[in-house]
């Protein structure tokens, strides 16, 4: 079947018009092709789809689907006064806006996403129940993960929670009672060290005293604090956290038992923070 022509006379533009030219097509001599109107239809296929005045365009590329932008350094997407983005179901709502506050909804973020440096996020936690006593100890206690199951505690961060950060800051919270030798003296420390096993070649980040040089039958004594501790050279590698304790200098004379937590509904905690 041959094709019909609609051509007007040379040097003259084609225009098919309604009675009165309300609404029309306009094909020029040269120029752009024109629509005075709504232009409606089922589907639109293009490659370009330009601002009227040509200096921006949306592409689409073909097979794909790619959406592409040119002519403007931003993408900009308004977002409606009172709506937003949903997800592909068309009510979970996902980016939306409203008295011109924009709230981001329903979305994890990716461990690729990078943060500020300084940034703080929190990794986890450890609650204790005060132990009650655990001897007389005039060295630092305690040293195998037996001990540090229920005695102190024991926080374990793996090296997949704590690689993409450069430093930990590490918060704790703990009591003791002290019965009397000669004194109600002890140390404390919080150390750091690396593996799954006991304590050794312990990293001492903060180190403290608690206690009463007089002749009490026992004294009671509250500690908490925090370190920054700088990880960055440490590898992939388990870190462990714990608080030890012990006889004021290591001395007899200092301290009696030593209670972790005077009563079991005394409550402990430790936490750690990573920083980027």
């Known amino acids: 079947m041959a094709d ?3 051509k007007p006379s040379s040097g003259d533009d084609l225009i098919l018009s309604n009675d009165d030219g309300s ?3 306009e094909v020029p001599e040269s ?13 639109v296929k293009a490659t370009n789809l330009k601002a009227n005045d040509g200096t921006a365009s949306l592409e689409i590329a073909d097979s794909t689907g790619d959406i592409g932008f040119s002519g403007n350094t931003n993408l900009k997407v308004k977002l409606p006064s009172s709506g937003g983005i949903f997800e592909s179901d068309g009510s979970t709502e996902v980016l939306t806006e409203s008295g011109g506050s924009v709230s981001l909804k329903n979305t994890t973020l990716d461990s690729t996403v990078t943060f500020p440096a300084g940034y703080s996020i929190f990794i986890k936690k450890q609650d204790r129940d005060g132990y009650g006593s655990v001897g ?11 001990d540090l199951a229920d005695k102190s505690f024991y926080l374990s961060i793996t090296s997949s929670e704590h690689s993409p950060f450069s430093k930990l800051n590490i918060n704790y919270t703990a009591n003791f009672r002290i019965n009397d030798q000669d004194h109600t003296t002890i140390d404390y420390r919080l150390v750091r060290w ?10 001492e980040l903060i180190r403290g005293n608690c206690g009463s040089v007089t002749s009490d039958t026992e004294e ?3 500690v908490s604090g925090s370190a920054i501790d700088d990880i960055s050279s440490i590898g992939s590698v388990q870190i462990n956290y714990s608080i030890q304790y012990r006889s ?4 007899t004379i200092n301290a009696a038992e030593i209670y972790f937590g005077l009563n ?8 750690a923070m990573g920083i980027i």
């Open 136 to 146: 007389k100890q005039d060295n630092w206690y305690p040293t195998t993960t037996t």
């Open 4 to 6: 019909a022509t609609l």
């Open 31 to 43: 120029g752009d092709v024109e629509v005075t109107g709504d232009l409606k239809t089922t589907n």
């Open 220 to 222: 009671y004594c509250c």
């Open 248 to 251: 004021l200098g290591g001395g």
């Open 264 to 271: 079991s509904d005394d409550k402990l905690q430790i936490h």
């Open 194 to 203: 690396t593996g799954t096993g006991n304590i050794a070649s312990e990293t």
């Open 23 to 25: 609404k029309k097509i």
